[in-house]
Each structure stands twice: as structure tokens, then as C-alpha cells.
């Protein structure tokens, strides 16, 4: 089976040295928020070309740490998208604050700028943007669009590790930019992390504070916080597997470059390509089709695993009936959901199975 994610594929010296990692935390006795997380921060700050990163407990505390730091909570309205993972509107919840549902491009899946205009009311405080797959696009706009609504832009990088546009990697253009490392993400731990990047000292100062309990010094807690720390054992893994993340990247978008030039049929489409000056980090590779059941059953006979990302659009969750949102709908969200499907495109995958694939797609008869 080629299968969406392959640990055990990976190669025998990552496997080796994420072991000594683990050793050498082990024996330094220490286990929590330690000389690791340090030198993970340093390190995933240097290469985001920020000047803080934060390590935190996992991507939604992330998120929900930033709009804390920026006192967003009761009260104050949050424009995101339905098409994400439900972590991204929880933390928004989470904060005390009220997520308002704007909808989708169609070609890209990510948040349309014209449904996010039709969202602000004068109770909006901030958007948080979803590099959804691992796309970056049209950051100047989103930056000009929160400057002249006098909104924070908050990004949520979860899926984006090493995307670039204009020379810069995500999580550069907002307030903040929320990771996570989540062992299926592209830098991945080996259990939940997640990392807050941001150039703004105050951000960076409080969210230092707000994921240990909101302690300022040892015992003293000028306010209430959260208990979301990075332990050793996740930074000594993630130290180990950043060693990796540009040559798994590369490897990914040569996956996709592939995907994009020898897919071709009737009943399947792409996702629009990236712009230029900017790089993908396809965390995901997804098509659309609206044959996606039979599609799914004729890829599993051919043994080739595929996901959906996302069947249920947030406004459609149970825990989120009558959630607030663009007054014209959210259309393009449903019809996504009805029709994507990733199909693998992770680093361990032989050029093999990319033609594996690639012939599973086109012997898919349309009945
Ligand atoms: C877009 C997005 N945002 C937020 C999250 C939440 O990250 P975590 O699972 O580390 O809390 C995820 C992870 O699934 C995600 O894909």
C-alpha cells in the first residue's frame, strides 16, 4: 500500500539519531522547557528569519496563545475559514472570542478575500489565515487588507512549514504565525508540539508567560495562563528532524511537479499551481473530483491510501450549529468538501510509487 504518511520508511541515520536524542534527554534529567526547547526556539526562529519562536504544547494552544497576547477574547469577533482543521475555529473558541466563517476561493481553497470583507463588523479584531495544503498567496494583499480594516493578521501556518513567498517563509507576514508539529506535518514531532513565530517583542514576551500558567518569575502569576510547554523529548526530535526538512520539502515538491505534469483526466482537476515568487510546501496534495467515492475505492484496489481534507465543513460540525458567517454562505466551502481528495505526496515515496500513483488515477473508469 502506498500509504499518505510512512514513518517506518524513513531514513536509518534520522532513525538513529532521533534515538541518541532521545538518550541524551534522558540523561540530562531535565524534561520540560529545557536547554532542547531552547535550542529548538533558536533554530525554527532563524529559519522562519524571525526574531522569537515560541515553543508551546501544539498548534491550536498556538493559535489561541496569540489572540490571548493580543487580549482578543469575550466579545471581539475572529474571521477564519470553514475549510481547515476544526483546531483552527476551536482555539478561536478557546480564547473567548467569536469565530465568524468566511468562505473560499474556488481554485485554491484558501480564504477569499471578497467573503472576509463581507465578515468584518465593527467587532472584528483579527483574521487567521490557513496556509491550507501548504500554499502562500497574496500575502501583500492580506497585509494591506488587515492594515486599512485596522485588523490583526494572524497566520496559521500548521500546514506550511517552508512555504515561501517573496523570499519569505510563512508566518513572516502577519502578528504571528502559528505552527504546528504534529507528527504528520511537515516538520513533525513524535507526539503534539507547535510553535509561535512573530518580530514582536511584547507578542513574544507574553506568550512566553501565558503557556506556563502565566507565570512571570518562579510562583508569580501576574495573570492566567495555560499549561502548554514544550517538553525536551519533542525539541531534541524536532532539532533531529529539522535536519531534514529542506530535503523532504524539495522531495515533496518534486512529487507534486510530477502530479502536476502527468495527471490528466476527464473527471479529475488540480488545484490551481503556485504563483510565482513563491513555493508550495505540499503538505497535502489534493484533487478535486466529483466522482471522489468511486475514485477513493478504485485507488485503495490499487493499493494507494487517500484522505479526505476536509468532508465536513466547520459550519456543518455538530459543536458549531449557527456559528456566525459570510451572510451570502459559504457555497464553495460545501462543494470543496464534496469533492477533494490528497493523494500521497510524502518524502519517502520512490519514483515508483509515484507512477504507481499516477497509472492508479488514469485506469479509474468513470461508470
Ligand atoms: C490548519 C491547521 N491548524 C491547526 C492545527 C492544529 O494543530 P495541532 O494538532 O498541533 O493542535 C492543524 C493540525 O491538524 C492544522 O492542520
Redesign the pocket.
Known sequence: MILMNDFKAEPIELRDAMISAAKRVIDSGWFVLGNEVISFEKKWAELCGVNYAIGVG????A?EIVLRSLNIGPGDEVITTPM??F??VLAIVRAGATPVLADIEDETALLSKESMLRCISPRTKAVVL?H?YGQIRDMLDWQKICEDQKIYLIE?C??SHLAIIDGKVAGNFGIAG?Y???PT?NLGAIG?A?AIVSDNASLADRALKLRNYGQSVRYHHPELGMNSRLDEIQAAMLCERLKWLELFTERRRQIAGEYQAKINHSYISLMAKPKERSAHSYHLFVIKTKKRDALQKHLEGCKVQSLIHYPVPVHYQDACNGMKRDPKGLSLSESHAKQCLSIPCHPQMTDDDIEQVIDAIHTFKVK
Open positions: 501544539n498548534g491550536m494552544d493559535i481547515t482543521a483546531a483552527t490557513v491550507l496559521d500548521a500546514q502559528c504546528s508539529f504534529y506535518k503534539d507547535g
